[in-house]
Nanobody, 116 residues
């Protein structure tokens, strides 16, 4: 049973920082890509950032220069360092992992709230 466990969400003032973590366990195959989506109330889920096992990264335009995604392949863990947070970054952040030959798995979500 593959599980993704997220941590690090919370409440922060605008301009502040948070670091999200997501650890994957139970995979029988290697993890090709890990990343983060977010969903704000009344909005569609959107990709925030992703990273491959070869550490190739991809970011949404809205977070470029502020967020940094990184990965520890030995620990099957992905991190999202979020700096210069804005109220519009408020959302539930979901971790995902694309596992070779197994498909895509999701975390339970962690709330990030940025106050103005």
């Amino acid at each position: 049973q593959v599980q993704l466990v997220e941590s690090g969400g919370g409440l922060v003032q605008a301009g502040g920082s948070l670091r999200l973590s997501c650890a994957a366990s139970g995979s029988r195959s290697s993890i090709h890509r890990m990343g983060w989506y977010r969903q704000a109330p009344g909005k569609q889920r959107e990709l925030v950032a992703s990273i491959t096992s070869g550490v190739s990264t991809n970011y949404a335009d809205s977070v470029k220069g502020r967020f940094t995604i990184s990965r520890d392949n030995a620990k099957n863990t992905v991190y999202l360092q979020m700096n210069s947070l804005k109220p519009e970054d408020t959302a539930v952040y979901y971790c995902y992992a694309l596992i070779n030959s197994m498909g895509t798995y999701w975390g339970q979500g962690t709330q990030v709230t940025v106050s103005s």
